[in-house]
């Protein structure tokens, strides 16, 4: 695949580094092929800060653009951004515009972002939740400073917790460190990569780097979230030498702390009907068949696949899914895949689980109904996901297969076997030998469904011995598929540092210098190659093949310590997203 792409600009300047990310996002929630889609990159947001809306059409050409006249009832456009992707894959090309539009609210409250229109199509509209500005004279004295936020103040057991921090800077930070927060008795997980916007403080405006966090306590009682510190050098006002790209600025020393959190944690409600404690934002579960619509015959198996989906649960807290024991059919269960996800403000997990059914009578059977039973935190309600029960006409198996659905089902011994399988009266002896055929190729499916199965345990043990395995090989692959076809180098830096992020949870490389550094030879050379070409000005396109054979041992080499410092380097301090919120410390 080769990739190439062209960003003009018009009213605001685009930086390609902070846009990689966000133009990501932006293909992962659009339709291309429906027409063009619209998504603000933060919800909600404060009437003191600015908002991206991102707005995204197929075919490539940019034209003369959406109509934004619509905007101005509620906003201030403050410039506007347009980068063309053109993509060719086994010789076929495809082509999508994205339109950066950086938006500032009139006033806070529910505000509409109306239609837009894009040649003879439009977008849909969409709904930002804009809230007060902080009072007059809260920040705007210092140059650098921090805030935190943590919501909800009482979660439950078990429910995540979104935790926020907010750099605020006017002078350039030349150096920097970031702790990640820690509390005890709670499992901790980054939200989506850092967020940049601007906001007003004080009559003054800043740039902000946001970094969001899930938490999860693991028990009730009083959760105790200490400060977070950041610890750096930022420009002094009149070093100068800005024209040197900062290489001989003089710097300070700061030290910022974040305010500490005591968390009343609620326990699981007595009121909850289920077994497995399941608070969510939302669930739902949903059916999938081998055939559709589903078919059922004696003898015939059918696989029948249930997903269950929630957000703000992790993959591993969904419980086993219980379809019962129906009469007349055997069911047998796959190992379950679960998975984790994340955006910039849930975590999101869901359990996949195929079950074989294998109906030994014709006629109706009824399939129970599913039930999972998870607590509504929004609307702090208990709640039922439900798949409802089914009847089905099992249509009655080919008369040769007759026998074999009785040894299945345990109604024939050794005796009746023998005996159903000679020959009848008359019967030529042609139709005894076929159903000794059809007992040889059984007995083969079972020893392959049974090796199969013991592969895909013995699979899901090894992954089980590092919870980093799975993270990485979907990384690995990623990053293998951005590698070939000439290469596509966005997608490849992506799946580097997702790699680098399974690989080291702790303490995660930020960049693609610090992955080369931390993974050495022979991959250290590729890698820095591959950061020179995205960063340096007048490079045309990049082979990704050498990274790719390095990539093929150098990966599983790769060190990757059980532990990590805690304390982690400051991406460079010009991300892409962020949401809004409230308490500050400065330093």
């Known amino acids: 695949m080769i990739a190439r792409e062209r960003i003009r600009g018009a009213g605001g300047r685009a930086h390609r580094p902070g846009l990689i990310a966000l133009l990501l996002l932006a293909w992962c929630m659009s339709a291309v092929a429906q027409g063009p889609s619209a998504v603000l990159e933060r919800n909600p947001i404060r009437a003191d800060e600015t908002v991206r809306l991102i707005i995204e059409s197929a075919g490539g050409e940019a034209g003369t653009g959406p109509d934004l006249g619509p905007l101005d009832r509620d906003f201030e456009v403050l410039g506007t951004s347009v980068s063309t992707q053109i993509q060719i894959m086994s010789g076929e090309q495809s082509a999508s515009t994205r339109w950066i539009v950086e938006l500032a609210p009139r006033r806070s409250g529910e505000l509409e972002v109306p239609p837009l229109s894009l040649g003879a199509l439009e977008t849909a509209a969409l709904t930002l939740q804009v809230l007060e500005a902080p009072a007059p004279g809260t920040g705007g004295e210092e140059d650098v400073f921090i805030e935190s936020e943590v919501y909800p103040k009482a979660p439950y057991v078990q429910a995540q917790v979104t935790y926020v921090l907010r750099l605020f800077h006017r002078a350039e930070i030349l150096d920097g460190t970031l702790q990640d927060p820690r509390a005890a008795d709670a499992l901790m997980q980054r939200l989506g990569r850092d967020t940049g916007f601007k906001a007003m403080r004080g009559g003054r405006e800043y740039r902000v780097i946001e970094r969001r966090y899930a938490i999860f306590p693991q028990s009730s009682g009083t959760l105790h979230i200490p400060a977070v510190r950041f610890d750096g050098e930022v420009a002094d006002a009149g070093s100068g030498a800005s024209s040197f790209g900062g290489l001989f600025m003089q710097g300070r020393r700061v030290r910022l702390r974040t305010e500490e959190y005591r968390l009343e944690v609620r326990p699981r409600p007595p009121e909850f009907p289920g077994q497995t404690w399941l608070p969510a934002r939302n669930l739902h579960i949903v059916e999938q068949w081998s055939r559709d619509p589903p078919e059922l015959r004696v003898g015939e198996p059918l696989t029948r696949t249930l997903i269950v989906n929630a957000a703000g649960l992790r993959g591993d807290q969904f419980p086993e899914i219980d379809v019962g024991s129906p009469e007349g059919i055997r069911v047998y ?163 580097l540092l997702d790699w680098a992020a399974a690989a080291w949870p702790d303490a995660p490389p930020r960049s693609l210098g610090e992955t080369a550094r931390r993974l050495g030879a022979p991959l250290e050379v590729p890698v820095r190659e591959l950061d020179r070409f995205l960063y340096a000005p007048g490079e045309e396109s990049w082979n990704g093949e050498g990274l790719r054979r390095a990539a093929k041992t150098g990966l599983r080499r790769a060190p990757r310590p059980a532990r990590a410092d805690a304390r982690i380097a400051l991406p460079p301090l010009y991300p892409e997203r962020g949401s809004g919120g409230v308490q500050r410390s400065a330093g």
Do not use: K
């Open 333 to 495: 269960p796959d190992q379950p895949t679960l998975r984790t996800s994340t955006d910039s403000e849930h975590v999101y997990g869901s359990r996949e689980q195929r079950f074989a059914l294998v109906p030994l009578r014709d006629g109706e059977i009824t399939l129970p109904a599913v039930r999972v039973h998870w607590w509504d935190s929004m609307n702090d309600a208990p709640a039922e996901a439900l798949i409802p029960a089914r009847t089905f006409d099992i249509a009655a198996a080919p008369a040769e297969a007759t026998d074999l659905v009785s040894a299945l089902a345990g109604g024939t011994g050794a005796g009746d076997a023998d005996a159903a399988l000679a020959p009848g009266d008359g019967a030529p002896a042609a139709s005894g030998a076929w159903q000794w055929v059809s007992v040889l190729l059984f007995a083969l499916w079972a020893a392959t469904v049974f090796a199969w199965w013991r592969s895909r345990r013995a699979i899901g043990a090894a992954l089980a011995e590092d919870p980093r395995a799975p993270g990485m090989l979907r990384a690995r692959r990623a990053l293998e598929a951005a590698c070939a076809g000439g290469g596509d180098a966005d997608a490849a830096r992506n799946a």
